[in-house]
Protein backbone atom coordinates (compact mmCIF):
# COMPACT_ATOMS: atom_id res chain seq x y z
CA UNK A 1 0.00 0.00 0.00
CA UNK A 2 1.79 3.49 -0.64
CA UNK A 3 0.13 6.88 -0.20
CA UNK A 4 0.96 9.69 -1.82
CA UNK A 5 0.59 13.90 -1.57
CA UNK A 6 0.32 15.08 -4.91
CA UNK A 7 0.24 19.28 -5.33
CA UNK A 8 -0.30 21.03 -8.22
CA UNK A 9 0.66 24.85 -7.77
CA UNK A 10 1.44 25.79 -11.57
CA UNK A 11 -1.77 27.80 -12.76
CA UNK A 12 -3.92 30.17 -10.86
CA UNK A 13 -5.25 26.46 -9.10
CA UNK A 14 -4.21 25.48 -5.92
CA UNK A 15 -4.97 21.86 -5.62
CA UNK A 16 -4.13 19.07 -3.54
CA UNK A 17 -4.94 15.32 -3.46
CA UNK A 18 -3.99 12.36 -1.53
CA UNK A 19 -3.92 9.14 -4.08
CA UNK A 20 -3.67 5.56 -2.40
CA UNK A 21 -2.75 2.81 -4.30
CA UNK A 22 -3.37 5.17 -7.59
CA UNK A 23 -6.64 6.31 -7.13
CA UNK A 24 -7.57 9.73 -5.65
CA UNK A 25 -8.72 9.46 -2.44
CA UNK A 26 -9.38 12.92 -1.24
CA UNK A 27 -8.79 16.28 -3.19
CA UNK A 28 -8.71 20.01 -2.06
CA UNK A 29 -8.96 22.60 -4.38
CA UNK A 30 -9.19 26.60 -5.31
CA UNK A 31 -9.42 28.76 -8.37
CA UNK A 32 -9.94 31.80 -6.43
CA UNK A 33 -6.37 34.02 -7.65
CA UNK A 34 -2.82 33.28 -6.81
CA UNK A 35 -3.09 32.73 -3.19
CA UNK A 36 -1.18 29.76 -3.09
CA UNK A 37 1.32 30.27 -0.11
CA UNK A 38 -1.38 30.85 1.99
CA UNK A 39 -3.76 27.64 1.18
CA UNK A 40 -1.40 24.93 0.62
CA UNK A 41 -0.45 23.92 3.60
CA UNK A 42 -4.30 24.55 4.86
CA UNK A 43 -5.57 21.70 1.67
CA UNK A 44 -2.35 19.51 3.11
CA UNK A 45 -3.62 19.51 6.16
CA UNK A 46 -7.81 18.87 5.02
CA UNK A 47 -7.07 15.77 2.62
CA UNK A 48 -4.74 14.63 5.75
CA UNK A 49 -7.56 14.70 8.45
CA UNK A 50 -10.55 13.95 5.90
CA UNK A 51 -8.57 10.94 5.37
CA UNK A 52 -7.71 9.63 9.41
CA UNK A 53 -4.20 9.44 7.82
CA UNK A 54 -1.23 10.80 9.17
CA UNK A 55 2.10 12.90 7.41
CA UNK A 56 4.36 9.79 8.91
CA UNK A 57 2.50 7.90 6.55
CA UNK A 58 2.71 9.74 3.15
CA UNK A 59 5.32 7.06 1.34
CA UNK A 60 6.14 10.31 -1.42
CA UNK A 61 5.23 13.39 -2.50
CA UNK A 62 4.27 14.64 -6.08
CA UNK A 63 4.36 17.61 -7.61
CA UNK A 64 3.33 18.88 -11.23
CA UNK A 65 6.90 20.37 -12.08
CA UNK A 66 6.04 23.17 -15.05
CA UNK A 67 6.25 24.73 -16.89
CA UNK A 68 3.58 27.33 -15.69
CA UNK A 69 3.92 30.22 -13.23
CA UNK A 70 7.32 30.99 -12.30
CA UNK A 71 6.09 31.98 -8.73
CA UNK A 72 3.45 28.96 -8.35
CA UNK A 73 5.64 26.39 -9.08
CA UNK A 74 8.56 28.14 -6.68
CA UNK A 75 5.76 27.70 -3.76
CA UNK A 76 4.66 24.28 -4.91
CA UNK A 77 8.05 22.75 -4.98
CA UNK A 78 9.64 24.29 -1.66
CA UNK A 79 6.75 22.90 0.08
CA UNK A 80 6.77 19.63 -1.28
CA UNK A 81 10.55 19.23 -0.37
CA UNK A 82 10.27 20.07 3.15
CA UNK A 83 8.03 17.81 3.44
CA UNK A 84 10.04 15.35 2.01
CA UNK A 85 12.91 16.38 3.88
CA UNK A 86 11.01 16.25 6.87
CA UNK A 87 9.65 12.76 6.32
CA UNK A 88 12.34 11.02 4.90
CA UNK A 89 10.62 10.55 1.80
CA UNK A 90 10.92 10.85 -1.90
CA UNK A 91 9.82 13.55 -4.36
CA UNK A 92 8.22 12.67 -7.59
CA UNK A 93 7.99 15.13 -10.33
CA UNK A 94 5.32 15.35 -13.11
CA UNK A 95 5.50 17.33 -16.22
CA UNK A 96 2.03 19.94 -15.71
CA UNK A 97 1.16 19.47 -19.30
CA UNK A 98 1.21 15.60 -19.01
CA UNK A 99 -0.84 16.38 -15.75
CA UNK A 100 -3.35 18.10 -18.16
CA UNK A 101 -3.68 15.56 -20.31
CA UNK A 102 -4.41 13.36 -17.59
CA UNK A 103 -7.54 15.48 -16.31
CA UNK A 104 -8.83 15.65 -20.13
CA UNK A 105 -8.76 11.90 -20.40
CA UNK A 106 -10.92 11.21 -16.39
CA UNK A 107 -13.24 14.12 -17.82
CA UNK A 108 -13.89 12.49 -21.18
CA UNK A 109 -14.81 9.39 -19.54
CA UNK A 110 -17.20 10.55 -17.24
CA UNK A 111 -18.47 11.58 -20.29
CA UNK A 112 -17.77 16.21 -19.53
CA UNK A 113 -15.86 16.24 -22.76
CA UNK A 114 -17.89 17.04 -25.82
CA UNK A 115 -15.24 15.19 -28.17
CA UNK A 116 -16.80 13.42 -31.06
CA UNK A 117 -14.02 10.55 -31.49
CA UNK A 118 -11.75 10.51 -28.42
CA UNK A 119 -9.79 7.84 -29.45
CA UNK A 120 -8.66 9.24 -32.63
CA UNK A 121 -8.16 13.38 -31.44
CA UNK A 122 -4.91 15.02 -30.98
CA UNK A 123 -5.09 16.83 -27.52
CA UNK A 124 -3.11 20.16 -27.52
CA UNK A 125 -2.89 21.02 -23.55
CA UNK A 126 -2.03 24.90 -23.26
CA UNK A 127 -0.87 26.70 -20.26
CA UNK A 128 -1.28 30.27 -20.49
CA UNK A 129 2.31 32.55 -20.40
CA UNK A 130 1.85 35.87 -21.92
CA UNK A 131 -0.29 37.71 -24.93
CA UNK A 132 -0.87 34.87 -27.45
CA UNK A 133 2.11 33.09 -25.77
CA UNK A 134 1.28 29.48 -24.85
CA UNK A 135 3.39 26.10 -23.19
CA UNK A 136 2.33 23.48 -25.08
CA UNK A 137 2.78 20.33 -26.67
CA UNK A 138 1.01 18.24 -28.78
CA UNK A 139 -0.07 13.77 -28.47
CA UNK A 140 -2.77 11.64 -28.92
CA UNK A 141 -4.65 9.86 -26.52
CA UNK A 142 -2.84 6.82 -26.65
CA UNK A 143 0.24 8.55 -24.63
CA UNK A 144 2.50 9.32 -27.84
CA UNK A 145 3.80 12.58 -27.44
CA UNK A 146 3.83 14.61 -31.07
CA UNK A 147 5.72 17.19 -30.41
CA UNK A 148 8.31 18.79 -27.78
CA UNK A 149 6.92 21.20 -24.69
CA UNK A 150 7.53 24.69 -26.18
CA UNK A 151 7.00 27.73 -25.09
CA UNK A 152 4.74 29.29 -28.84
CA UNK A 153 2.96 32.44 -30.16
CA UNK A 154 0.13 30.78 -31.50
CA UNK A 155 -1.27 32.09 -35.03
CA UNK A 156 -3.38 30.53 -37.71
CA UNK A 157 -0.58 28.29 -38.52
CA UNK A 158 1.07 27.28 -35.49
CA UNK A 159 -1.04 23.68 -35.52
CA UNK A 160 -1.55 23.19 -39.62
CA UNK A 161 1.25 20.39 -40.11
CA UNK A 162 -1.20 18.33 -37.43
CA UNK A 163 -4.47 19.53 -38.98
CA UNK A 164 -4.96 16.93 -41.85
CA UNK A 165 -8.96 17.26 -41.61
CA UNK A 166 -9.49 13.93 -39.93
CA UNK A 167 -8.42 13.93 -36.77
CA UNK A 168 -10.20 16.60 -34.14
CA UNK A 169 -7.65 18.90 -32.88
CA UNK A 170 -8.79 19.76 -29.18
CA UNK A 171 -7.31 22.44 -27.42
CA UNK A 172 -8.05 22.78 -23.54
CA UNK A 173 -6.28 24.12 -20.61
CA UNK A 174 -5.72 28.08 -18.94
CA UNK A 175 -4.15 28.89 -22.48
CA UNK A 176 -6.42 27.54 -25.17
CA UNK A 177 -9.46 30.54 -24.94
CA UNK A 178 -7.40 33.06 -26.31
CA UNK A 179 -5.76 30.82 -29.08
CA UNK A 180 -9.40 29.52 -30.29
CA UNK A 181 -10.19 32.42 -32.57
CA UNK A 182 -6.80 32.36 -34.68
CA UNK A 183 -6.40 28.05 -34.48
CA UNK A 184 -8.88 27.38 -37.45
CA UNK A 185 -10.92 24.08 -37.43
CA UNK A 186 -9.71 23.07 -33.37
CA UNK A 187 -12.30 22.64 -30.78
CA UNK A 188 -11.94 24.03 -27.18
CA UNK A 189 -12.85 22.21 -24.17
CA UNK A 190 -12.83 23.34 -20.71
CA UNK A 191 -10.00 21.45 -18.69
CA UNK A 192 -8.75 22.62 -15.39
CA UNK A 193 -5.60 21.97 -13.90
CA UNK A 194 -5.80 19.57 -10.81
CA UNK A 195 -3.90 17.69 -8.67
CA UNK A 196 -6.18 14.37 -9.43
CA UNK A 197 -3.97 14.86 -13.22
CA UNK A 198 -1.54 13.71 -10.96
CA UNK A 199 -2.69 10.16 -9.74
CA UNK A 200 -1.75 7.52 -12.27
CA UNK A 201 1.38 9.40 -13.09
CA UNK A 202 2.65 9.69 -9.87
CA UNK A 203 2.04 5.88 -9.01
CA UNK A 204 3.81 4.81 -12.31
CA UNK A 205 6.45 7.28 -11.19
CA UNK A 206 6.90 5.67 -7.50
CA UNK A 207 6.54 1.90 -8.46
CA UNK A 208 9.59 1.92 -11.21
CA UNK A 209 11.43 4.37 -8.60
CA UNK A 210 11.51 7.69 -9.95
CA UNK A 211 12.38 9.68 -8.18
CA UNK A 212 14.17 13.39 -8.20
CA UNK A 213 16.86 14.33 -6.26
CA UNK A 214 15.25 16.37 -3.24
CA UNK A 215 18.34 18.71 -2.60
CA UNK A 216 18.99 19.77 -6.16
CA UNK A 217 15.42 19.20 -7.69
CA UNK A 218 14.55 22.93 -9.86
CA UNK A 219 10.64 23.22 -10.98
CA UNK A 220 10.62 23.00 -15.31
CA UNK A 221 10.09 26.85 -15.48
CA UNK A 222 11.26 26.45 -19.76
CA UNK A 223 11.54 29.91 -20.00
CA UNK A 224 13.72 32.46 -17.44
CA UNK A 225 11.64 34.88 -15.30
CA UNK A 226 11.82 37.90 -16.30
CA UNK A 227 11.18 41.09 -13.46
CA UNK A 228 9.32 44.12 -15.30
CA UNK A 229 9.37 47.52 -13.73
CA UNK A 230 6.49 48.53 -12.57
CA UNK A 231 4.98 51.51 -13.97
CA UNK A 232 3.06 52.83 -10.94
CA UNK A 233 4.80 55.73 -9.80
CA UNK A 234 5.65 54.99 -5.62
CA UNK A 235 6.81 58.89 -4.91
Not at 151 to 156: G, S
Request: glycine share 8%; with cysteine; aromatic share 8%.
Amino acid sequence: MSYILCIETGTEICSVGLVKNGELISLRESSEGRDHARRIAVFVDDVLRGTDIDAEELDAVAISKGPGSYTGLRIGTSFAKGLCYGLGIPLIAIGSLDSLVEVAADDNDAGILDIDDWANALLVPMIDARRMEVYTQVCDTHGNRLSEVEALIVDENTFAPYDDGKRELVLFGSGAAKCATVVPHAKVVEVIPSARGLARPAQAAFDRKAFEDVAYFEPFYLKDFVITQSKKKLF
